[in-house]
């Protein structure tokens, strides 16, 4: 049989923010292709920003949530300013990175104020942050890193789903929050791995748990998805990729390589 994680492997050379190899620009290639594809003739335009990403995953069934997210407010200049601030800092300080935070984004505040930060896969390429997330730099540091590691995988899955539907189980993330299909699993799973590059592996991040790490949020979203029926070709590869970094934690602290900057 052939080993279709071994052909990604070689296709993508791992998964974004877990690679310096990563293959960013192999998947923006196939994800304009897919979208040109879907929407026909439209001259020279590049297919790759949020608004394109909207139009070819828009169906009756996705519509309601795009068009919620589609009228969210923009960010405020100094919020942007912020953003861009941080994401020129974190591109300088971790090698590898800079291209992954170079794709198009629209910023946007969440309609909720209880939300700090979040994105969701039918508004794509789109990340809201809330007030929560410009508390400190720390704050927007890790806000930054978790929503541009959904963004990558919401990439991913245009490629190719990582859920074929067949499990029928709802999973509950570590926080304890409950009714959670597999795909979003294995999306969370990647975030912690992300920010356990940057902060540590074995960092704390949820205020009033303190058990809870980057790395024992990942190792325990991947042990309720493990040999799940519902994962596809590119959702088992995700997992074995995500289960290698995490026992490579297991093994000692393991962060991206930092370059030297100087704050701005």
Known sequence: MIDNSGLLGQAFCGLP???????SDLVTAMVRAKRRSALGDIGETDCLTPEYGWRYLESPETRPLHERWSRSA??????????????G???KATEGWSQLFRIPIRFVAPREPEVSSATHPCAPQ??????????????LQ???????????FGLLSEIAQFDNGSDSRTFTLPTGTSGKTLRTVL????????????????????PGNESLTYHSYA?????????????????DYVWRELA???????????TVTRQSWTPQ
């Open 17 to 23: 923010f877990l690679s310096d190899a990563f293959r």
């Open 74 to 87: 923009d960010l405020s200049p100094s919020q942007i300013h912020r953003v861009d601030r941080t994401l």
């Open 89 to 91: 800092n974190l591109s």
């Open 126 to 139: 789109t990340i809201a942050l809330g007030s929560q997330a410009f508390d400190t730099d720390r704050a």
């Open 142 to 152: 890790a806000a930054l890193i978790h929503e541009f590691a959904h963004v990558w």
């Open 187 to 206: 999306f969370a799973a990647h975030f912690a791995v992300a920010c356990g590059r940057y902060f540590g592996p074995k960092t704390r991040f949820v």
């Open 219 to 235: 190792e325990e979203c991947l042990a309720v998805s493990a040999n799940s029926p519902g994962l596809t070709a590119m959702g």
């Open 244 to 254: 290698a970094e995490v026992t490579r934690d297991s093994r000692g602290p393991t």
